[in-house]
């Protein structure tokens, strides 16, 4: 039997449909409540607003679940590939070994980047964040292939949208880097695999032979499988957004990366490492510091904690805390800011503050200490969030123009000035 919801208003009763999800979740339909009763709901920050339906990825905060397309992450992580997980996120099912194949063959003869975007790239100043340089490289190509512009677009023309933007994302990410550092660009090499080419073409140096470190490729592979999808976080609902205007492909996910770029979002992990540095040159003490963060007057939260969704663990937490661990003694690298991230932990998770409010570490708490012994810049932090995130935008924006999704407009409750005349310049 359907269930409904009974909203009263004015003593007058109106039933609402709800709708139940795979997992249980339970949602009351309010899409005609505006028409029939002339009522909006009102929730700044979407905090309790289902925007879509989606069966990409479940996401339960309270028992800090995350799994995509039904697949733990925690199994993804450890035994899948990147590609493979981007296989997964967009076509829904995990990919047979040809299936896989022609996927990783088709991102291969993508990675090239029309020539021309090298003059768009050289216009960047070498101040620019390589976050800013990404987005505007990426919404480019929408000059270099309009026929993406067509929202029409049949089948066979979006696969080639995906491949390629999954092939060139890699190439503009060390270019943005490339450009930061004010050195030449490296050129793809499709004789490795997906991560190692980016690493490759962000810390070749020319007349030099560079040879990846597989012990850095696999982590950064895993890294990047912990990041690729994320449900209807503010990175990902701009893509969708975007997208349900029927702009294409490229701009959608230009925008997305821009909406990733904020310090509350993926730009938390740039800031992770800032927040960490500091606290070991003021002398690591690290309870002043967690006091700055519980004083509301001080504009400090404490970076990496915290999540819209989860609140009891960040699962994604959990298993890159552990490979910190990991890549750091295989690399030999020791890093101070390591010991100061673990001690802020374990503080936090005992002080009432914190435990009141749910607050536990997120992905982005540990993760720029294993970049930084990747030796990834910090200005790139973000970028390598984006590189991961990149399969979830995908499919998020594939699964919004199949489903024929309406376009987004959210309502407001207006308070501003009601009616009033116009006055002259002279009067005022
Ligand atoms: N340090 C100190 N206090 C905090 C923190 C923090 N990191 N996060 C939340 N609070 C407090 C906040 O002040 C508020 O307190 P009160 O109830 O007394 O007013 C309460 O906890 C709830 O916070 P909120 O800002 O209303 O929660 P939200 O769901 O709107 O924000 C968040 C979630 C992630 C933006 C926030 O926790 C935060 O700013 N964290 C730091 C930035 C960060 O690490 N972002 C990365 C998120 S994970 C990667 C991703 O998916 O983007």
Redesign the pocket.
Known sequence: MSRTAELIIDGKSYKLPIIEGSEGEVAIEIGNLLEEVKVITLDP?Y?NTGATKSAITFLDGDHGILRYRGYPIEQLAEKSSFIEVAYLLIFGELPTQPQLDKFTHDIKTHTLVHEDTKKILDGFPSTSHPMGVLASLFCSQTAFYPESLDPNRSAEGVYLSIVRSLAKMPTFAAWSYKNAVGHPVNYPDNSIDYCSRFLKMMFALPAEDYNVDPVVANALDKLLILHAD?EQ??STSTVRIVGSSKASIYSSISAGINALWG????G?NQ??IVMLENIRKDGGDTEKWINK??D?NSGF????????VYKNF?PRAKIIKKAADDVLTKLGVNDPVLEIAQKLEEAALKDP??VE?R?YP????YSGIIYRALGIPVDMFTVMFAIGRLPGWIAQWKEMRENKEPIGRPRQIYTGHTTRDYTSITKR
């Not at 939260?301 to 819209?308: E, I, Q």
């Open positions: 920050g905090k994320h976080n503010c310090p509350l979002h993926g938390a800031e992770v963060a519980k509301k939260r404490l970076m990496g904690f915290g999540h819209r960040d503050y914190f409010r607050l997120n992905v982005d708490f």
